[in-house]
């Protein structure tokens, strides 16, 4: 079979008119970036539009590290769905270019489920994350300038800086730093650091905000850290807001492409799931669902991560009802789960699969804590065997979720359709009623400890010496009502990465808080979290290459 990049490059493109065309959204309304891109203004949201068309969220159970193509089943699903005579569009994230050039590679899908321009998605594309790049580092360069300027200092307290600067690439020697060497013209000498773009404060910002004055309140609500006499200081007191704002105001609009069946997909922000929400921007599924019947969006990680932060934090703050989940499993992941080593998660073997089914059922269980039932969509992969295969099938039954074989990445939407069928059953059914899992108004605690216990399966939860002393900060500071999340591993549904299947049995333990007032969450992290990825042992960066012709290869 051929390459990703390979089926990209060979498959006819149409142009972006046509594909807004298709979806009623007027030439007029087009901001050209290319024959293939476009950038769709916010006025094209209609809530009463919103309100009578269906969402539908694709999650998975805990993934091997390769993943297990959330973004594949995705894009496959809604090209089923139009192959079957309804009206979808694909909402999806934009991928990072540390992922890109790592381990993992880009996110626009697999095989013959893919979205195209896929070079262009995968690098630059409209500069978003660039803009967002800006904006973050424009607000740190702001603040050592308030340092250095004695006239107007606010008296910020430099040890209690929690900005960092972003760069959009894995990094690891920038970490941890130290700034303003060379002499007092160089600024004031602290410690410093990077993290990645797609865990900046912004792009969850970017991510949360209903249009450009929520998203200049939210910047202005950024917090630095405090003066010397313990104020609390926030990005509106530097008067950054309006500059931030400036540099925003492309990025703030959603993005146009296409399937490789022509059908179109919006594309918006990028936040990672481990330490921030993990979905599209709310403007750009709002706007998806203004434009077509249904709606296929999808959340990072596994359900435990990405879905419970798509209910708890982005549809309770949106306002957005979804319909139906599709919860993605591979016969791989359940083999790991199931106790294969790395060597042996291509070896069938029904005994590990039937063992590593019980992560599966957690996440099910999980999506009806929700009020959302399910259907599994089954990804599969040569070597699945059909007895693996009717295993997870029967499982299914127990919880009256269908499974469904997908063949997406082999054949496109028409080996889609079976899943498409079974989606609109469950949404014709209306036997899925989705609440959240608790009030934002109960106090931190209560909302760490229904997520830990219900979610998770944990027994209790421990908070570090470290942990405390946050926690009655974010008391004092007022941000008790907002939801929380929850920062941890997506290699467990527990925050020990090597506790595979469903664990039992254990405590998890808040080392320490962080919190994105702009973004309107509180963040408890369990273990320790990396902002900063490394590149591993053999970077995909180094097998990727550009011709004289401009043809690139490698990019997957």
Known sequence: MLTDIAISQSAPIRHIKDIAAAAGISNNDLEYYGKHKAKLPLSLIDEEKIRQHHLILVTAITPTPAGEGKTTISVGLTDGLNQIGKKAMVVLREPSLGPVFGLKGGATGGGYSQIIPMEDINLHFTGDFAAIEKANNLLAALIDHNLQNKKRSLQIDPR???????????????????????????????????????????????????????LKKRLGNIYIGTTYSGEPVFARDLNAVGAMALLLKDAIKPNLVQTLEGNPALLHGGPFASIAQGTNSILATKMGLSLSDYVVTEAGFAADLGAEKFFNIKCVNAGLKPEAVVVVATVRALRHHGGAKKDELTIASVEKVEKGLSNLGKHLENMQLFGMKSVVAINYFPGDSDEEINAIKTFCKRYETEAVLCTGFTDGGKGMTALAHAVIKKIEQNDSHFKPLYDHCTIIEEKIHC?????????????????????????????????????????????????????????VTVREFEFAAGAGFIIPILGEMMRMPGLPAIPAAEGIDIDTDGVITGLS
């Not at 920038?174 to 993290?195: K, P, Q, S, W, Y």
């Not at 290699?491 to 039992?504: A, H, I, M, N, Q």
Request: aromatic share 6%.
């Open 160 to 214: 209690t800086i929690v900005w960092k600067r972003v760069m959009d690439m894995n990094d690891r020697a920038l970490r941890h730093i130290v700034i303003g060497l060379g002499g007092t013209a160089n600024g004031i000498t602290r410690e410093d650091g990077f993290n990645i773009t797609p865990a900046s404060e912004i792009m969850a910002i970017l991510c949360m905000c209903s249009g450009m004055d929520d």
């Open 451 to 507: 997520i830990a216990t219900k979610i998770y399966g944990a027994d209790a939860v421990e908070y570090s010496v470290k942990a405390k002393p946050q926690l009655r900060h974010l008391k004092e500071l007022g941000f008790e009502h907002m939801p929380v999340c929850m920062a941890k591993t997506p290699k467990s549904l527990s925050d020990d990465e090597k506790k595979t299947g469903r664990p039992v049995n254990f405590i």
